[in-house]
């Protein structure tokens, strides 16, 4: 169901509100340029500092622009699992496609505590769920023998893998099942990845070049329509779209996520450059590195 390129979509604001008619615009780019899926309300979406009445708001407003066009991934973790089975019920009223939920930040649960918790949003609500493994923002780190277990429910189809170690994607494609989706969480490491067996990724990248992220899905077979490889699947093609998208991929983690995205968005006249505290704006050698990486891939 989710395969190819996914985007992991950032929320703009206008005045301290949500930009209606800018991420209405960043969607269609998104459908036109050959992105496979939406994810609203992510990590880049900012959704931590979301009511949750925008949080409602911007799923619900995803499904309708996209108008069963491309499937939506609606993020819908939380620390709290009371919190994450409602944002999942919401998620499946408004039409949604799948939910991805964030293992629980802070409280740091226990591999058990993890099972429990994924279990409790998977027998509340019968929608598609991909996990969401990034241990770099919640200090807790979902275990491939767990992540083995968590596959075996019926809903639960996935995991977007961020924890930076190309070991544990491995030991996760070896332990599950084959229709199991694991994507790539992590834009430098995409394309290694795919010599293991990932199926798509999302992406903070794909937010400024859409296209030429889910192209280097698209030359390998793999698409929105599923991992059908080519008779022929374009390595050397892939590759060269890997080092392509190399500075640009490093760039936009030279600070916190989504504070360089949401830089480049705005150089690029997408959005407005405006982030909610505790985030604040790209400034000084970090800026202008974030220029010269858009000058280089002539988006500037």
């Not at 994924?118 to 929608?127: G, S």
């Not at 639960?156 to 961020?162: F, R």
């Not at 990845?193 to 992406?203: D, E, N």
């Not at 916190?256 to 000084?284: C, F, Q, V, W, Y």
Request: some cysteine; aromatic content about 6%.
């Amino acid at each position: 169901m989710f395969y190819g390129s996914g985007v992991a979509l950032v929320t703009p604001f206008k005045d301290g509100k949500i930009d209606e008619k800018a991420l209405t615009q960043l969607i269609e780019e998104q459908i036109t340029t050959g992105t496979d899926f939406l994810v609203p309300c992510g990590t880049t979406g900012e959704s931590p500092t979301l009511s949750h009445e925008e949080h409602d708001w911007i799923i619900e407003h995803s499904v309708k622009i996209a108008q069963g066009r491309i499937k939506v991934l609606a993020g819908a973790g939380s620390n709290s699992t009371a919190e994450a089975i409602r944002l999942t019920q919401h998620a499946k009223e408004v039409g949604a496609d799948g939910t991805l939920q964030i293992t629980p930040y802070y409280n740091k649960p226990t591999q058990d505590g993890l099972l429990a918790h994924f279990e409790a949003i998977h027998e509340a609500v019968d929608l598609p769920i991909v996990l969401y493994n990034v241990p770099g923002r919640t200090s807790v780190n979902l275990l491939p023998e767990t992540v083995t277990q968590l596959a075996k429910f019926k809903n639960i189809i996935g995991i977007k893998e961020a924890s930076g170690s190309l070991e544990q994607v491995s030991q996760i494609i070896e332990g599950c099942s084959s229709d199991f989706i694991v994507l790539s969480g992590e834009d430098s490491l995409t394309f290694p990845m795919l010599s293991l067996g990932v199926k798509g990724a999302i992406s903070v990248t794909a937010n400024l070049v859409p296209k030429l992220c889910a192209e280097m899905f698209h030359c390998l077979g793999i698409s929105r329509h599923g991992t059908q490889m080519t008779k022929n699947p374009n390595w050397e093609k892939a590759r060269e779209i890997h080092f392509k998208l190399s500075e640009i991929n490093r760039t936009l983690f030279i600070a916190t996520n989504p504070i360089p995205i949401k830089s480049a968005l705005a150089m690029t006249g997408k959005i407005k450059d405006e982030l909610r505290l505790p985030l604040t704006s790209l400034k000084g050698e970090k800026r202008q590195a974030l220029e010269n990486a858009l000058v280089n891939l002539q988006l500037i």
